[in-house]
């Protein structure tokens, strides 16, 4: 059984700093693209960032590029998003998935597998 868990969430002042994590089980990680997507109150899921679990290959979102690092730890199945330098604009629940490279899908919502989220807030 595939499964996501994200942790790491919570409330933070602007320009602030969270690490969240997503451990993931049930599938052979470095066959998977894992990304990071958010969804504010009243608006659309949107992508964040994105990393191949096989040769590390990265997207960022142009809002959150320079201030937020994704990162994959193959040997746990787990991969980080770093948020620095966080906005009131940030807050959102930040939700894990992902998806077999093989499928051609990048960073967007097709993406097979999701875990059920965590909330960001960050306060001005």
Same mark, same amino acid.
């Given at each position: ?28 990680? $470095? ?10 109150? =009243? ?12 040769? =590390? ?22 991969? *980080? ?8 604009? $940030?807050?959102?629940? *930040? *939700? ?6 093989? %499928?051609? %899908? ?5 993406? $097979? ?12």
């Amino acid at each position: 059984e595939v499964q996501l868990v994200e942790s790491g969430g919570g409330l933070v002042q602007a320009g602030g700093s969270l690490r969240l994590s997503c451990a993931a089980s049930g599938f052979t990680f $470095d066959d998977y693209a894992i990304g990071w997507f958010r969804q504010a109150p =009243g608006k659309e899921r949107e992508g964040v960032s994105c990393i191949s679990s096989s040769d =590390g290959s990265t997207y960022y979102a142009d809002s959150v590029k320079g201030r937020f690092t994704i990162s994959s730890d193959n040997a746990k199945n787990t991969v *980080y998003l770093q948020m620095n330098s966080l906005k009131p604009e $940030d807050t959102a629940v *930040y *939700y894990c998935a992902a998806d077999q490279l093989s %499928s051609g %899908s990048w960073c967007n919502l097709e993406y $097979d597998y999701w875990g059920q989220g965590t909330q960001v807030t960050v306060s001005s």
